[in-house]
């Protein structure tokens, strides 16, 4: 499974690719509003960090099927690892569906349901995001859509990745890498939490400790 951050923070985003497991970003108009500088300049400077390890997604504004294609066409203009994030609307399939054609990937995103998964896939997008957490918050089975989606694309033969967004906790990780999920992007304080374990410092410290305690002129360093 790959591991996407959701975050438009270049700090979070440098530290996860400096651990090695970073295949792409995830970005949002909200998370866009808490980097504090210009969209453009932001999304391109997150590109820059991901380069070929994976993609960038950078989402559109318009409601209308003809904005939505010129946001996707412009945004995915800026560099070659960029995805157009479109939501998932009548106007959102329509726009999908040309901007496939036109070789554009699309990151099909506010899905809540299978139903509109399997549109999206049918619309031909490159990703589709249902957002676990939010369905959580509804009082339904998030990890379910996941699921669901994994094994419709399996059985029709779909390309499409299936994301894994809305992820609020390390359980939703482990849960999203058994239903299959092709890809699970998650706030860096959550990647922070499936890095750590108490016991990995504890035992660390331990191992260190007893090496020091080995004569130094017995040990190679
Ligand atoms: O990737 C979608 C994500 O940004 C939404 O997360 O926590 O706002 O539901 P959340």
Redesign the pocket.
């Known amino acids: 499974m790959k591991i996407f951050l ?1 975050t438009a923070i270049l700090d979070e985003i440098k530290t996860a690719a400096s651990w090695g497991i970073l295949d792409g970003v ?1 970005t ?1 108009p ?2 866009a509003a808490r980097a504090g500088r210009s969209f453009k300049e932001n999304i391109l400077a997150i590109s820059e960090i991901i380069g070929d390890r994976g993609t960038v997604s950078a989402e559109t504004v318009s409601t209308d099927v003809e904005g939505m294609v010129e946001e996707a066409r412009l945004v995915t203009s800026w560099a070659p690892n960029i995805v157009a994030k479109i939501p998932c609307t009548p106007n959102g399939l329509a726009a999908t569906r040309r901007l496939a054609e036109e070789g554009v990937r699309v990151n099909m ?1 506010l899905v809540f349901n299978a139903t509109q998964g399997l549109l999206a896939m049918k619309a031909g997008a490159f990703y589709v ?1 249902p ?1 676990i ?2 369905i959580d918050d509804a009082g339904q089975d998030g990890m379910e859509v996941v699921r669901q989606l994994v094994e419709i694309k399996h059985l029709y033969g779909f390309q499409t990745e299936v994301l894994a ?4 906790h390390p359980m939703h990780v482990v849960q999203a890498a058994l239903a299959g999920a092709d890809i699970a ?1 998650m ?1 860096f304080k959550v990647l922070t939490q499936i890095v750590k374990h108490p016991l990995t410092d504890v035992g660390l410290q331990r191992f260190l400790d007893d090496w020091r305690s080995i004569p130094e002129d017995m040990r190679p360093f």
């Open positions: 959701d995830t949002n909200t998370l995103t995001s957002f957490g939010r967004a809305s992820i609020r992007t706030p």
